[in-house]
């Protein structure tokens, strides 16, 4: 007998039963495309909305970011505000609001509201209270502070483009959208807590242009995640499309009014109008005063009235004064033509620093020489057509006032747009005016 065990013929290859997938990629599967029947649309939006609802971790890494942000800005360190931006939460409770918006929950906006404002509230007060750390090492200049407090085109292209990404990673996958979570929270966190730590440490033209810029960012970033939201084909419901709708017209008027204002992003200082430095200014000549010498020998001659006296004056009772001429001759002795001459003082220059790149203008204390701090674009500079060439550059020693503190170095000559037109760096004299009396 053969004792070998039959066994069942193998079925072929092509009868194997598909593996089932697993529920994470069915997951996937089933968000890789937004359903457009209404059971599935409302199943997920449904999803989204449990996912996007505020928790405890928002808080809690809010409270981290800020404080690592406001010392970012009391160092002046751009690696710490960095490591900040990455300990920051995850800006899901943002595209919550936009949910809200799209569906009409009146409800869910304002929890998905209140938690990003408690979460604004947290890092501005890590701005606030690093601000107040500084003033005893006041003044110093906080170039991180300035930077961040301006709107920069380049940042406002990468904040559009983290938004939509944001948005749509969120609704198409259940993966955690770190990466442009990060660009957000850089365009929400930065400003705000720029504008908190200008108020505490007392840094003019910050505390409010921090706010502007943040409310800049925050429309834009609006608009685009609710556009996005509509081209995913999200279909709002009748109270959702009037009032994404006017959200989408009050974030509109509130972003271009600051963008085209220019209020955010402009230096408050306006340059004043001068006259160019090399023009020499007509000087008023001066009345030379004469002395009398010590024994002047004068003449009275009494001369006829010629007319009444005006001036009312007290005199004796009954005694009426008659008015008396009188003709001054005096001889001087004879004296030498005064000579005087004037050193006129410089009249400075006024320019605003306007570098082709980098956003601004390295200072150095001298020409060519070490490095002293970087000049943002926009900052007003002064000049009193003190210039160096070296290997054929010009460099001007400019002053500017930063922070209340007035700083001198040398800048390159194009590097400066001036409020005039342009002085000529040419050696001239001192002017003299001889003045004959």
């Known amino acids: 007998m053969n004792d070998e065990p039959i066994l069942p013929p193998q079925p072929a290859k092509d009868e194997l039963p598909a593996p089932l997938p697993s529920p994470r990629r069915r997951r996937a599967t089933r968000r890789s495309h937004i ?30 970011c800020g ?46 509201l209140m938690a990003l404002f408690i979460s604004i509230i947290f890092v501005f007060l890590g701005g606030l209270l690093t601000g107040f750390a500084a003033l005893p090492f006041m003044p110093r200049t906080f170039d991180n502070v300035y930077l961040h407090s301006r709107l920069w085109i380049p940042e406002l292209i990468v904040f559009a483009i983290g938004a939509i990404t944001l948005v749509i990673s969120f609704a198409r996958s259940e993966e955690r959208p770190f990466l442009p979570s990060v660009i957000v929270a ?115 001659t009494k001369l006829p009235a010629t007319r009444t006296p005006t001036a009312d004056q007290l005199t004796p009772e009954g005694i009426t004064p008659s008015p008396v001429p009188l003709t001054l001759e005096i001889t001087l002795p004879p004296t030498e033509t005064p000579t005087i001459t004037l050193t006129i003082q ?17 200072l150095r204390d001298e020409p060519g020489g070490n490095y002293v701090m970087t000049l943002l674009n926009g900052t007003i500079v002064e000049t009193y057509s003190e210039f160096q060439i070296v290997n054929g550059s010009t460099w001007v020693k400019v002053y500017a006032l930063l922070n209340g503190q007035r700083i001198e170095g040398w800048l390159l000559e194009s590097v400066i747009a001036y409020a005039t037109p342009a002085p000529n760096f040419s050696p001239s004299t001192t002017p003299t005016a001889t003045v004959t009396p």
């Open 67 to 112: 404080a690592i942000i406001g010392l970012g800005y009391l160092l002046d360190s751009q690696a710490a505000l960095l490591f900040g931006i990455l300990v920051a939460p995850l800006m899901t409770p943002w595209v919550g609001f936009l949910l809200a918006l799209l569906t009409g929950s009146i409800r869910f906006m304002f929890e998905t």
């Open 35 to 64: 359903p457009t029947d209404p059971e599935g649309q409302a199943e997920l939006i449904a999803s989204l909305a449990r996912r996007a609802y505020p928790s405890w971790e928002l808080f809690v890494y809010s409270l981290v």
């Open 186 to 300: 850089y365009a929400f966190f930065l400003p705000i807590s720029a504008a908190a730590f200008g108020l505490g440490s007392g840094i003019p033209n910050v505390w409010m242009q921090g706010l502007l810029v943040f409310a800049a960012h925050f429309a834009l970033t609006g608009i685009l995640g609710l556009v996005t939201l509509f081209i995913l084909r999200l279909r709002p419901s009748t109270g959702g499309f009037i009032l994404s709708g006017l959200t989408l017209l009050v974030f509109s008027g509130v972003f271009v009014f600051l963008a085209a204002s220019g209020s955010p992003s402009r230096n408050e200082a306006e340059i004043p109008q001068f006259t160019p430095t090399n023009q020499i200014q007509t000087v008023p000549s001066p009345s030379p005063s004469l002395t009398l010498p010590p024994n002047p020998n004068p003449t009275l």
């Open 346 to 362: 410089p009249t400075p220059t006024y320019g605003r620093v306007a570098a082709s790149e980098g956003g601004g203008a390295n």
